[in-house]
């Protein structure tokens, strides 16, 4: 009788081996896609605007910090950072206070109507209301000012909650609430009590999206803001000038913009993808 070898036993079929090959060697070069821009973005921003433009220096050069001195102190743009979280923030929150309480009341009472105006609001591109609006709120003197950026920042933020939250409170067993007025809790307090408590999950989901939505967002700070209340994303065009660009403060600003971002899904991911998971795993 013949004894098979140990370590040929142990080996798995070469149809195996080729595919996590293959599927390592792919997710590679997905994140090799992902972190290559933002790779040559940080770089930019250490280099002169002659080392830039320099393809030897493309990969060595001499660092500086010339670039963000020239953002955070000479352009203020402490500033611009104060204004795009107070926008964000309270755009987000305001969002959740309206949208939690208006998803949860479609999705128990099957307002299909409603949540399909709720679906065609977030579908409708932004540029299409930009000149009704800057109509209306200059009419209204608000053009300038940070309700109005807040306000249309709310127009995205609020259908996107309210869509996230409906499918998490579908996925929601029904049966908690109905016990919890057994028990003697009005409908309300049930929602306040039982269903708010488990929804944290989907309401940081829907809050760090929309919260990153409002940071990103360009068009409607650049029609509705002011010298004021101008935001990152605008301030960025600051570099950009008829004649000449500056890349290197161009480069550097748009760090400013993004690190904030990553560090923020980064502390927050776990969050994110239990909300987005939960509409699989509830029920």
């Known amino acids: 009788m013949t004894r098979r070898n140990p370590a040929l036993a142990k080996r798995k079929p070469f149809g195996v081996r080729i595919y996590k090959n293959f599927r390592f060697a792919a997710l590679a070069l997905v994140v090799l896609c992902l972190l290559a821009p933002l790779a040559w973005l940080v770089a930019s921003s ?28 000479r352009n203020n743009y402490f500033v611009f950072i104060f204004n795009s979280f107070w926008v964000a923030s309270a755009s987000t929150v305001l969002s959740l206070i309206l949208g939690v309480p208006a998803a949860y009341a479609m999705s128990r009472f099957t307002m299909h109507r409603s949540a399909l105006v709720v679906l065609m609001a977030r579908v409708i591109p932004g540029i299409s209301l930009l000149v009704p609006w800057y109509y209306v709120f200059s009419n209204m003197k608000m053009v300038g000012g940070f309700g109005v950026l807040i306000l249309s920042h ?130």
């Open 46 to 73: 250490l280099k002169t605007n002659v080392d830039i433009y320099d393809a030897s220096k493309t990969f060595f050069f001499v660092p500086t910090l010339e670039n963000y001195a020239n953002v955070l102190t």
């Open 154 to 283: 709310m127009f995205v933020a609020l259908p996107l909650i309210v869509y996230i939250m409906m499918s998490y409170f579908d996925s929601m067993p029904l049966e908690l609430e109905e016990s919890a007025q057994v028990d003697g809790l009005t409908p309300i307090g049930a929602f306040q009590r039982i269903t708010l408590p488990l929804s944290v999950g989907g309401m940081a989901t829907a809050g760090i999206l929309s919260f990153i939505f409002s940071w990103n967002n360009f068009m409607f700070a650049l029609v509705l803001s002011g010298s004021k209340t101008k935001t990152l994303p605008v301030a960025i065009f600051d570099f950009v000038s008829y004649a000449s660009i500056d890349w290197g403060g161009l480069m550097a600003a748009a760090t400013v913009v993004t690190i904030p971002i990553m560090i923020i899904a980064l502390f927050t991911q776990k969050y994110i993808v239990s909300g987005m998971t939960a509409g699989a795993t509830k029920g």
